[in-house]
């Protein structure tokens, strides 16, 4: 009995560094999202925290803001352009990534090893060293300010890491398969088709996800290559310029950001465990 | 599988070559071509803006504030992630703690700006705080804090939202290679009479060791890069500033191409050695294959 005691007072430090951590890490985001539904007076004379005094007073809580956001600030409009811009440029590398991942594990041709020790080089390198020489390619060819442009900037800065991590997966798969495959008469295409994507389907969604969360979150990129224009501009791009502009109403920005972040937290919590895979194996990107 | 002059190969391979060659290896030519030109590129320089960047008042501003990121960002991402990973896996309810710790890896860095923003807003004293932290200052006391003016603090500010983003991370790279010990080992150390510390610093610490490394590899190329928090929370003003904060300015506010490339290159400097280490850890695991 004693000892028992011994021990739980022992673990006591054990439970208030765990516990006090966990809280400094969700409080700030709770705060977040309790003031988006208050009132502006109240959120600027008073701590979002002061609400837990009358939880359940009705009244003191709106929606106002987010209807506000959605219409006059251009929230609604940057969460379409977000969509239209990281749907294609989640699929698209992964597509051009798998065909050469093919190539790269199955496949023999000269500079083979050469070409792949380039694409594990260009992993990290990081994105503004990019950025000025496509910028003028892109002015050029009037790419600039437009999804295309913004697709393809993306496919080709997901490129390595999809290229890397699928060309590993498919090379787990055994011989066998395709020698039998082979000996049927398939020719690789159908080998690709039948063999190598189904067995692949927990890397391609591991790394879908990496990518889309990528994408999504992504503020330089669209910065650089679309702009500030509200017709294309995506959430980040928006949520950042209402930063500036919005200034102190923090009832409308903290509404923006959790507009910004619904998504991703959708995903987090109904996919987790693809999603830390992903998050895990996109980590060494540049 | 493999044929004479097999032609097929490429025909997987061209639609990547081709992106790849467009989007990455042309511009970091390009790129490194234009450091040595002047802002619109028209006027050979030399080394004019490798100078620039390595002897002016700005850029020795963020030099310093990427170092601090570099010292006190990985540092504590590490030390916490570490802290976590061991401690977690003795409590009922790791698993949720670890979703909460990990959750920040979802949002974007605006998003995490303007939660940390709030967090810090600061009203004069007197006046209600609405901001978390100068309320909980102010109640025991104390004077309200700048955070994000004030320049003694205002970097640790910053990076105190990194840390927030990617302990998660760290945490969860390590907790795998910390449930990859085996618990015998453990154990025998304490059958032998070891306390937990001794257990930690002798037994699970060496055996992490190589995990350490590339969790903190990791966190150094992050770092270096670093920019969306600084954009969004102060745009480098009140001395905050880092190295890709000063390039973006360089493009998109003076025009400079020449000193916006050059400290592209000098970011790609600081990676390379990164980048040698991945190429040859890639050509040890092919050997073993």
Redesign the interface.
């Known amino acids: 009995m004693i000892r028992r005691l011994e021990s739980t007072i022992a673990r006591v430090p054990l439970h208030l560094v765990l516990v006090g951590m966990a809280l400094a890490w969700f409080i700030p985001t709770l705060g977040l999202l309790i003031s988006s539904f208050r009132t502006q007076d109240a959120v600027l004379s008073s701590g979002w925290w002061t609400v837990f005094r009358n939880p359940f007073l009705a009244g003191q809580f709106t929606l106002e803001n987010y209807k506000a956001v959605l219409e006059a600030q251009g929230m609604g409009r940057a969460f379409v352009n977000s969509i239209i811009i990281t749907l294609p440029a989640t699929v698209l590398p992964i597509l051009v990534a798998a065909l050469a991942a093919y190539a790269f594990a199955w496949m023999d041709f000269p500079l083979r090893r050469t070409l792949f020790m380039v694409v594990v080089g260009l992993l990290v390198v990081p994105l503004q060293m990019t950025l000025i020489p496509i910028l003028r390619l892109y002015n050029k060819t009037h790419l600039a300010g437009t999804f295309p442009g913004i697709w393809l900037a993306h496919t080709g800065y997901g490129l390595p890491l999809a290229v890397y991590l699928l060309r590993n997966f498919f090379s787990e798969i055994p011989r066998d398969l395709f020698e039998s495959a082979f000996l049927d008469g398939a020719t690789r295409w159908t080998a690709f088709r039948v063999i190598v994507l189904p067995l692949s389907v927990p890397a391609l969604a591991s790394l879908a996800i990496f990518q889309f969360i990528w994408v999504w979150n992504d503020l330089l990129v669209a910065l650089v290559y679309l702009g500030g224009t509200e017709k294309v501009a995506p959430l980040t791009v928006r949520l950042s310029s209402l930063v500036n502009s919005l200034g102190q109403n923090w009832h409308l920005l903290t509404a923006a950001a959790f507009i910004s972040m619904a998504l991703p937290l959708v995903i987090f919590f109904s996919l987790q465990r693809y999603f830390v895979r992903g998050i895990l194996a996109g980590s060494v990107k540049g | ?2 044929r004479k002059r ?1 032609w ?3 025909l ?2 061209a ?3 081709l ?2 060659s ?7 030519v ?2 490194v071509y ?1 450091s040595f030109f002047d802002k619109r590129s028209q006027h050979f320089v030399g080394w004019a803006n490798y100078k620039w960047a390595l002897t002016s008042k700005v850029m020795h501003i963020a030099f310093r504030n990427n170092i601090l990121w570099l010292i006190f960002f990985t540092v504590f991402v590490v030390a ?1 992630g570490l ?2 990973a061991v ?2 896996d ?2 009922r ?1 790791e698993s949720p ?1 670890k ?13 995490a ?7 810090y ?1 600061y009203r004069p004293k007197g006046a ?5 932290l100068n ?1 909980i200052i102010t109640a025991l006391g104390g004077e309200p804090v700048g955070w994000l003016v004030n320049r003694s603090v205002n970097n640790f500010a910053l990076i105190v939202v990194g840390i ?1 983003v990617w ?1 998660g ?1 760290c945490m ?2 390590l907790s795998a290679a910390y449930k990859g010990i085996p618990k015998e080992l453990l154990e025998a150390a304490r059958v032998d009479g070891a306390n937990e510390w001794q257990i930690f610093r002798h037994v699970t610490l060496p055996l992490m060791v190589p995990t350490i490394a590339v969790v903190t590899t ?1 966190m150094v ?1 992050n770092v ?2 670093v ?2 928090i600084v ?2 929370m102060t745009n480098g003003d009140f001395g905050t500033e880092v190295l ?1 904060n000063r ?2 300015k360089e ?1 998109f506010n003076y025009r400079n ?1 020449g000193r ?2 050059a ?3 000098i ?2 400097l600081a ?1 390379i050695p ?2 040698l280490i ?2 040859r850890r ?2 040890e695991e ?1 050997a073993l294959r």
Request: glycine residues 4%; aromatic residues 20%; hydrophobic residues 65%.
């Open positions: 599988m493999s097999d097929v190969p490429w997987y391979l639609p990547a070559l992106i790849l467009v989007y990455l290896v042309y511009p970091i390009g790129t234009y916490f802290l976590l401690l977690a003795r409590v309810y703690l979703s909460i710790i990990f959750l920040p890896m979802a949002i974007s860095f605006v998003g700006g303007v939660i940390w923003k709030f967090v807003a209600p705080q609405i901001g978390l309320a927030w302990t991370f969860v790279v990791t190329i270096l890069k920019f969306d954009y969004v890709a390039m973006y493009m191409y916006a490339s400290i592209a290159v970011l790609l990676i990164v980048m991945n190429i890639f050509q092919e």
